[in-house]
């Protein structure tokens, strides 16, 4: 089964563009890592085993136009499953093999699992429950199948005030869809944390440039007076709990 995985990037550092794409050459499942410059290519790519799209502008919408293009680009090049990998994040050696193997057991279009929590060093800060399959799936957490592929063009067509919150809305697309989903309980997903609230609610000093979340707080509220589905519990931080280093469900 051929998988690509696909991963923006902006202005990201070499060593942590580097260590994403180590991961996803890592895999025991092997994926292409399709990496797609916003606008800011690094060279070192192109002699790289990904293969390497740049975008001549920033579009400066979170990485959804590049998501978009890299997506339809996968499916032309007849892919069987595409997954997303943010350029600050890496994946479990196993991550990949994971979802195919969901996908093979369960039939499911689109498969997801669980990330756990980390500090802008790399190092481990906790767990996240609320990439649960149900509510919410973080982009990284998400691998999608053949019959759900008709659904990826709309990483284009989020709206300009809604890209801040363009997992939650790919997730309400797909959960909604009709289509079968299935979930693995595991944290095969390393998340690099940056926003301020994790860190506090973990009990943790946050990071010199920690992001505040009132952007999307604002657009949350937008997304109510549209009449969109209304978000549940997924950005509810509470649920973003830490459990002690070293203990997990996986």
């Known amino acids: 089964m051929r998988i690509a995985v696909v991963t923006p990037y902006y202005d990201e550092t ?10 996803v ?4 499942h092997a994926a292409t890592h399709i990496m797609v410059a916003d606008g800011h290519p690094q060279a070192w790519i192109d002699s790289s085993s990904a293969q390497h799209i740049v975008l001549p502008v ?5 990485g959804d136009t590049p998501r978009a293009i890299a997506s339809v680009s996968a499916i032309t090049q007849k892919f069987d499953g595409i997954a997303y990998l943010d350029a600050d994040n890496w994946y479990q050696p196993d991550h990949i093999e ?7 057991e369960t039939g499911a279009a689109i498969c997801s699992t669980r990330r756990s929590m980390h500090r ?3 190092s481990l800060m906790g767990y996240c429950f609320s990439s649960d399959g149900e509510d919410f799936v973080d982009t990284n957490c998400l691998a999608v199948f053949r019959e759900a592929f008709r659904l990826l063009p709309c990483w284009g067509l989020i709206p300009d005030w809604a890209h801040v919150l363009g997992d939650r ?12 989903r299935a979930h693995l309980p595991r944290f095969t997903v390393c ?5 301020l609230p994790h860190y506090l609610h973990m009990g943790e000093n946050p990071p010199e440039g920690a992001r ?3 952007e999307i707080l604002q657009a949350i509220g937008r997304w109510d007076k549209e009449g969109l589905p209304p978000f549940r519990k997924e950005f509810d931080v509470r649920r973003s709990s830490e459990i002690p280093s070293g203990r997990s469900d996986s």
Do not use: F, P
Request: with cysteine; hydrophobic share 30%.
């Open 58 to 62: 920033s579009h400066r919408n979170y």
């Open 169 to 180: 809305m790919m997730w309400h697309l797909l959960r909604d869809s009709g289509l079968k």
């Open 98 to 104: 994971s979802m195919v193997q969901l996908h093979r």
């Open 120 to 122: 802008i060093d790399g």
């Open 14 to 23: 070499e060593s942590v563009l580097r260590a994403c794409h180590d991961s």
């Open 25 to 28: 050459r890592g895999q025991t």
């Open 212 to 214: 505040a979340t009132n």
């Open 191 to 195: 998340y690099r944390d940056s926003y």
